[in-house]
């Protein structure tokens, strides 16, 4: 059984660290390097309130990275374990991502991925985001997209009155 994405406490750095390795291990060659979500700090990101997770099948299997930003909520990790992937698992997280986004009141949520992690564009553009530029950083060459979201049933509520 797969449960709702939770907050990650210290004692998921453990997992997290892994599925992160596991799940972007293969685009090392593709790129040339480690990508971004190899290099971060999830102690750090742990302890901010800013990683959930993912159970399923009695074990964390996957991991996301949100980050509040002024005009939009920044999806900045998603991860499945690969034994785990294939099993929806990416789709829960993407769909909480979103109404966590709505929930905080965003009206989009935003995403940067690698130009060479062609699936990624491809499964993100299928889940309606759009693409808005394309830039270097940090040495790494990356797509930044962005999906308009409605507004919450809390936020239309107060509009209305």
Do not use: C, W
Request: no cysteine.
């Amino acid at each position: 059984m797969t449960d709702l994405p939770r907050l990650a406490g210290p004692e998921a750095l453990g997992a997290v660290e892994a599925i992160i390795e596991a799940a972007y291990a293969p685009y090392v060659a593709r790129i040339g390097r480690k990508p971004a979500p190899m290099l971060a700090d999830y102690g750090a990101l742990i302890a901010a309130g800013r990683v959930h997770v993912l159970d399923h099948a009695g074990a964390i299997r996957g991991v996301l990275v949100l980050i509040p930003e002024a005009d939009a909520l920044l999806l900045d990790t998603v991860a499945v374990a690969p034994a785990a992937q294939g099993l929806g698992l990416g789709r829960t997280l993407l769909d909480f991502a979103e109404q966590a986004a709505r929930a905080q009141g965003y009206r989009a949520i935003r995403l940067y991925t690698n130009a060479a992690m062609v699936e990624n564009i491809a499964l993100y553009t299928r889940r309606h985001y759009v693409e808005t530029h394309r830039a270097e950083e940090h040495g790494l060459k990356r797509v930044f997209m962005t999906k308009a979201l409605g507004a919450s049933p809390r936020r239309s509520a107060r509009a209305a009155r």
